[in-house]
C-alpha cells in the first residue's frame, strides 16, 4: 500500500479558536478517510501530538518530516497555508514529492454521514440505478461523464459503483459527485 501525507492546518489563527480547531481536526479527519477510501494510508502526525507542548510539538514536526520519506503523495487540505504546511511542501518540492489539493464539496458536512442520510442515501441511489459521474477526486477515477451502475450504498453513504469502464471506485459521500439518470 502507498502512504499519503495529509498537510492541513491545525493551530486556529481567527476569533473563534475552538470552533476553528475543531474544523482544523474535522478537514485532517476527513482527508485520512478520504485517504483509506481509495487505498492510501494517511501519516497525519498533526493529529497525533500535542501542538500545545512546544516539545511535543517538535517531535510531532521532526516524525512528519521523517514520515514524508515514505509517502507517495502530500494531500493539502484548508484554505490556508501554515507556517508548518509550508515547511512541510518545501520538503515535498526538495523531494519531487506530488502536492495534491483536496477539497471537500461541502464543509459543513459531518465526517461520516448519519444513518437518515445513508438511508435518504439508499433510496436515492437504489442497487441497479445508473449514475453518470460528475466529480472524482482520484488519479485513478474513470473519465467525468462515464456512467455506471450502482451496486449499493455502504454505511459511510459511499455510492459503490460498476462503472461501464471497468473500475469499481466508490463514489465518496462529500468529495465525489455523481448524479442519477
Known amino acids: 500500500m502507498k502512504y499519503v501525507f495529509?498537510?492541513?492546518?491545525?493551530?486556529?489563527?481567527?476569533e473563534d479558536p475552538e470552533t476553528e480547531l475543531r474544523k482544523n481536526i474535522d478537514q485532517a479527519k476527513r482527508a485520512c478517510r478520504l485517504a483509506v477510501s481509495r487505498g492510501l494510508i494517511p501519516l497525519a502526525p498533526h493529529l497525533y501530538f500535542d501542538d500545545n507542548d512546544p516539545q511535543e510539538r517538535k517531535f510531532g514536526q521532526q516524525v512528519g518530516k521523517e514520515w514524508m520519506r515514505c509517502v507517495s503523495e502530500v494531500w493539502v487540505v484548508g484554505d490556508r497555508i501554515s507556517s508548518g504546511m509550508e515547511e512541510e511542501l518545501k520538503l515535498a518540492r526538495l523531494w519531487s514529492i506530488p502536492i495534491k489539493?483536496?477539497?471537500?464539496?461541502?464543509?459543513?458536512?459531518?465526517?461520516?454521514?448519519?444513518r437518515n442520510t445513508v438511508e435518504q442515501l439508499r433510496k436515492e441511489y437504489p442497487a441497479g440505478c445508473r449514475v453518470k459521474l460528475l466529480e472524482m477526486d482520484d488519479i485513478q477515477a474513470p473519465p467525468i461523464g462515464t456512467e455506471g451502475t450502482v451496486v449499493h450504498v455502504d454505511d459511510?453513504?459511499?455510492?459503490?459503483?460498476?462503472?461501464?469502464?471497468?473500475?469499481g471506485l466508490n463514489v465518496i459521500y462529500g468529495v465525489d459527485r455523481c448524479v442519477k439518470i
Open 6 to 14: 495529509i498537510c492541513s492546518p491545525y493551530r486556529p489563527v481567527g
Open 101 to 114: 489539493k483536496v477539497k471537500f464539496h461541502n464543509e459543513q458536512e459531518k465526517l461520516y454521514p448519519d
Open 156 to 167: 459511510t453513504g459511499s455510492i459503490c459503483v460498476r462503472w461501464d469502464t471497468g473500475s
